[in-house]
């Protein structure tokens, strides 16, 4: 990596790793559960399930996606824990968000419930468990798992200013940028991967790139991206 490049994505980490640039955006409602934490009037769970259900919807336009999220957790009553150890949940084939209908979102919420019967957190939860046991996808060696690392990086970057840092026994050296078209597409403009598949490995080529610059928490990479996309666009 050359030293304008590396300066550049420095800067834009830098910069965007600040909660005013994240007003609309699905952080947003794992973040009003942690923040109710500290007075309990929320619980880590509830963190936890915010962040699945905002993570699973986190595709398309970002209005339209704060909009159907806070259609999500309407009918959760905005107490998702309680809303999922109920067992009652909108089950029908009406869309919630896109081609997400509300009978996915039922069965995620009755796969948290299994989860939350033997667990009293997500946390530790392999990308099979993540995968597989929650969401429901058919396992898949080699998928980027966009949304798995993007509630990851949520739950456990710990700076203290956009993601949350409510998992306090994992360790953010590992965590692996999320892995869209939009990333990818950058990340090759930048020089950062120049791998045709969108896959796993091209997960972590990326991430290593950004080790190089941030070893212990090359995930802030991911401010970087997506300060590249808005001033390139200005």
């Given at each position: 990596?050359?030293?304008?490049?590396?300066?550049?994505?420095?800067y834009?980490?830098e910069?965007?790793?600040?909660?005013?640039?994240?007003?609309?955006?699905?952080?947003?409602?794992?973040?009003?559960?942690?923040?109710?934490?500290?007075?309990?009037?929320?619980?880590?769970?509830?963190?936890?399930?915010?962040?699945?259900?905002?993570?699973?919807?986190?595709?398309?336009?970002?209005?339209?996606?704060?909009?159907?999220c806070?259609?999500?957790f309407?009918?959760?009553?905005?107490?998702?824990?309680?809303?999922?150890?109920?067992?009652?949940?909108?089950?029908?084939?009406?869309?919630?968000?896109?081609?997400?209908?509300?009978s996915?979102?039922?069965?995620?919420?009755?796969?948290?419930?299994?989860?939350?019967?033997?667990?009293?957190?997500?946390?530790?939860?392999?990308?099979?468990?993540?995968?597989?046991?929650?969401?429901?996808?058919?396992?898949?060696?080699?998928?980027?798992?966009?949304?798995?690392?993007?509630?990851r990086?949520?739950?456990?970057?710990?700076?203290?200013?956009?993601?949350?840092g409510?998992?306090?026994?994992?360790?953010?050296?590992?965590?692996?940028?999320?892995?869209?078209?939009h990333?990818?597409?950058?990340?090759?403009?930048?020089?950062?991967?120049?791998?045709?598949?969108?896959?796993?490995?091209?997960?972590?080529?990326?991430?290593?790139?950004?080790?190089?610059?941030?070893?212990?928490d090359?995930?802030?990479?991911?401010?970087?991206?997506?300060g590249?996309?808005?001033?390139?666009?200005k």
């Open positions: 990596m050359d030293k304008n490049t590396k300066e550049r994505l420095i834009w980490a910069k965007y790793n600040d909660p005013k640039y994240f007003t609309e955006d699905p952080i947003i409602f794992p973040k009003k559960f942690a923040g109710m934490l500290a007075d309990g009037k929320a619980c880590l769970a509830d963190v936890e399930i915010a962040a699945v259900i905002a993570s699973h919807l986190a595709w398309g336009r970002r209005p339209m996606i704060v909009r159907d806070e259609r999500a309407d009918e959760m009553g905005w107490q998702p824990y309680a809303y999922v150890m109920s067992g009652e949940y909108r089950n029908d084939s009406a869309s919630l968000h896109r081609t997400v209908k509300w996915e979102f039922a069965q995620i919420c009755a796969n948290l419930k299994t989860s939350y019967s033997t667990r009293e957190s997500l946390e530790g939860l392999d990308d099979t468990g993540f995968r597989c046991g929650i969401y429901g996808r058919k396992e898949d060696p080699k998928a980027a798992n966009k949304k798995i690392n993007m509630m990086r949520w739950l456990v970057r710990d700076d203290g200013k956009v993601d949350l409510v998992w306090k026994h994992s360790d953010k050296r590992s965590l692996l940028i999320p892995l869209d078209v990333v990818y597409e950058t990340a090759v403009l930048l020089g950062l991967t120049q791998r045709k598949p969108k896959d796993i490995v091209t997960v972590r080529e990326i991430t290593d790139s950004f080790k190089e610059i941030f070893p212990d090359p995930c802030k990479g991911d401010f970087s991206l997506f590249y996309g808005i001033d390139t666009a």
